[in-house]
């Protein structure tokens, strides 16, 4: 889709012009005033379609309701452009001009907004999804829109990633795509290395499938970095729960599994463009967890990194296992703060549902500004507890702790087990997107499937440091 930047949107030539209509405030259009009935009264999300017989420039003017003018923000210019793209799709329009009249800055919303709602995965379909092809924008610039394409497309990267079957993003493939992103220093370990570093859990994990693992650390370097940040994605490329396997239905998207590890290239991707004075590393243990002769079995010991022994108590907690030794491999390298975003609970997605990630961390502080960065971009998080009671349900009678607790409090429990291979002197952020990584059915601006989540608050996050 090409976004191209106008005088005044109202005077191109295109099959649909979008307009803003205010709750408290009349239009200025003459067609809205005439054809759109007392009931359209510009309340947020509402949405009105006008034909305008060649009184227009346009064929088409969709006005949307985006409440009242004082209180419009980002999250409800995208949800709603979102709307209104999708309406677009509908009459089948390939060109649409935006004209808003907002006094805030709109273009990262919008880009968004209009990426997401245009975005589909018919990789595999013959009859391929209608998409809008050309976008017009006024009161923007350049750089504006360079910055919003860039998130877009560490967006559009994760998604296709985690919408991929298995059988495509393997852990070599994943390995593959991070050392063809241009601007990056990226290292790619096999099993023999990853032995030699000593990440017995992770290599546990993946022992029991054919395709072999693939550790993967991609770095921003900077002279002078403002900040040092890693960033660890859970890089599970198909998790049937191995030896205690998930039932067929539980194990119909885990093709899924790797979310996180699409997020970590989708940010990675965009870093590499922006090239914000700040160093960022993004890790992912990527591997399959399978049943075979092979696999990792219950009542297992494994040694991670840091040397702590780990009881497997059921081989569906596989996830912690790869993130633990990701986690000692990124302490090694001195950073400033840690986030590791992973799918890695059904508790979460229990307690939380699609509606918002659980997140939970070390630094109070920290966790805080970035619940706060991902209430900006539209992504929700919400701050679970960390208390001791959790962890004394993993204490194991012949290792220094068993990889699972009690079935209840389980986004908690395994967030206090990812605490024991993280350094005291680092600040730490785990993002549990369990229930918010891939969506059973549409939800606000996302269609079916695979959401990207994440990508945009850590993006934020790091260029706003």
Same mark, same amino acid.
């Given at each position: 889709?090409?976004?191209? #930047?106008?005088?005044?949107?109202?005077?191109?030539?295109?099959?649909?012009?979008?307009?803003?209509?205010?709750e408290d405030?009349p239009?200025?259009?003459?067609l809205v005033n %005439?054809?759109a @009935?007392?009931s359209?009264t510009?309340?947020?999300?509402?949405?009105?379609?006008?034909?305008?017989?060649?009184?227009y @420039?346009?064929?088409?003017?969709?006005?949307?309701?985006l409440?009242?003018?004082?209180?419009?923000?980002?999250? #409800?210019?995208?949800?709603?452009?979102?709307?209104a793209?999708?309406?677009?799709?509908?009459?089948?329009?390939?060109? $649409?001009?935006?004209?808003?009249?907002?006094?805030?800055?709109?273009?990262e919303?919008?880009?968004?907004?209009?990426?997401?709602?245009?975005?589909?995965?018919?990789?595999y /379909?013959?009859?391929?999804?209608?998409?809008?092809?050309e976008?017009?924008?006024?009161?923007?610039?350049?750089?504006?829109?360079? /910055?919003?394409?860039?998130?877009?497309?560490? $967006?559009?990267?994760? %998604?296709?990633?985690?919408?991929e079957?298995?059988?495509?993003?393997?852990?070599?493939?994943?390995?593959?795509?991070?050392?063809g992103?241009?601007g990056?220093?990226t290292?790619?370990?096999?099993?023999?290395? #990853?032995?030699?570093?000593?990440?017995?859990?992770?290599?546990?994990?993946a022992?029991?499938s054919?395709?072999?693992?693939?550790?993967?650390?991609?770095?921003?370097?900077?002279?002078? @970095?403002?900040?040092?940040?890693?960033?660890?994605?859970?890089?599970?490329?198909?998790?049937?729960?191995?030896?205690?396997i998930?039932?067929?239905?539980s194990?119909l998207?885990?093709?899924?599994?790797?979310?996180g590890?699409?997020?970590?290239?989708g940010?990675?991707?965009?870093?590499?463009k922006?090239?914000?004075?700040?160093?960022?590393?993004?890790?992912?243990?990527?591997?399959?967890?399978?049943?075979?002769?092979?696999?990792?079995? @219950?009542?297992? #010991?494994?040694?991670?990194?840091?040397?702590?022994?780990i009881?497997?108590d059921?081989?569906?907690?596989?996830g912690?296992?790869?993130?633990?030794d990701?986690?000692?491999?990124?302490c090694?390298?001195? $950073?400033?703060?840690?986030?590791?975003?992973?799918?890695?609970?059904?508790?979460?997605m229990?307690?939380?549902?699609?509606a918002?990630?659980?997140?939970m961390?070390?630094?109070?502080?920290?966790?805080?500004?970035?619940i706060?960065?991902?209430?900006?971009?539209?992504?929700?998080f919400?701050?679970?507890?960390?208390?001791?009671?959790?962890?004394?349900?993993?204490?194991s009678?012949?290792a220094d702790m068993?990889?699972?607790?009690?079935?209840?409090?389980?986004?908690?429990?395994?967030?206090?087990?990812l605490?024991?291979? $993280?350094c005291?002197?680092v600040k730490?952020?785990?993002?549990?997107?369990?229930g918010?990584?891939?969506?059973?059915k549409?939800q606000?601006?996302?269609?079916k499937?695979?959401?990207?989540?994440?990508? %945009?608050?850590?993006?934020?996050?790091?260029?706003?440091?």
């Amino acid at each position: 889709m090409e976004i191209k #930047i106008v005088d005044k949107a109202k005077e191109i030539q295109c099959d649909v012009l979008i307009i803003a209509k205010f709750e408290d405030l009349p239009t200025s259009n003459t067609l809205v005033n %005439r054809f759109a @009935p007392d009931s359209f009264t510009g309340k947020k999300g509402e949405i009105f379609v006008i034909h305008t017989q060649k009184e227009y @420039p346009s064929e088409y003017i969709i006005a949307m309701g985006l409440g009242k003018k004082e209180f419009v923000d980002g999250n #409800i210019i995208r949800e709603t452009i979102a709307k209104a793209i999708k309406k677009c799709s509908e009459i089948k329009a390939k060109t $649409v001009a935006i004209e808003l009249d907002l006094a805030i800055n709109s273009t990262e919303a919008i880009i968004l907004g209009t990426t997401i709602a245009n975005y589909h995965f018919d990789k595999y /379909k013959t009859k391929k999804e209608h998409r809008i092809t050309e976008i017009y924008l006024e009161n923007t610039t350049e750089e504006e829109i360079i /910055k919003a394409k860039t998130i877009a497309d560490g $967006v559009k990267l994760a %998604r296709n990633l985690s919408n991929e079957p298995a059988a495509f993003a393997t852990p070599t493939k994943l390995a593959e795509i991070a050392q063809g992103i241009e601007g990056l220093q990226t290292e790619v370990y096999d099993e023999p290395t #990853i032995r030699e570093m000593k990440m017995g859990a992770y290599l546990a994990v993946a022992q029991g499938s054919t395709q072999p693992p693939k550790f993967i650390h991609m770095k921003h370097l900077v002279d002078n @970095p403002k900040k040092r940040i890693a960033i660890i994605g859970k890089g599970m490329c198909f998790d049937s729960g191995g030896l205690d396997i998930k039932p067929a239905a539980s194990m119909l998207n885990m093709k899924d599994d790797m979310s996180g590890s699409a997020c970590v290239l989708g940010v990675m991707k965009a870093i590499a463009k922006l090239r914000p004075e700040i160093e960022v590393h993004g890790i992912i243990a990527a591997c399959e967890n399978m049943p075979s002769g092979n696999a990792y079995k @219950p009542g297992d #010991i494994l040694t991670a990194k840091n040397g702590k022994t780990i009881e497997v108590d059921n081989t569906d907690a596989e996830g912690r296992l790869t993130l633990a030794d990701a986690l000692c491999y990124a302490c090694d390298l001195q $950073v400033d703060e840690i986030i590791d975003i992973a799918t890695l609970t059904g508790a979460c997605m229990v307690a939380l549902g699609s509606a918002a990630s659980g997140i939970m961390g070390n630094n109070d502080e920290f966790v805080k500004k970035l619940i706060e960065t991902g209430k900006n971009t539209g992504e929700k998080f919400w701050q679970l507890p960390m208390w001791q009671e959790y962890r004394d349900n993993m204490n194991s009678d012949v290792a220094d702790m068993k990889n699972t607790g009690s079935r209840y409090g389980g986004a908690s429990a395994a967030g206090m087990f990812l605490k024991e291979f $993280v350094c005291d002197n680092v600040k730490w952020a785990h993002m549990d997107v369990a229930g918010t990584a891939f969506l059973e059915k549409p939800q606000k601006e996302f269609s079916k499937g695979a959401t990207g989540v994440g990508v %945009r608050t850590i993006l934020n996050y790091i260029i706003s440091q």
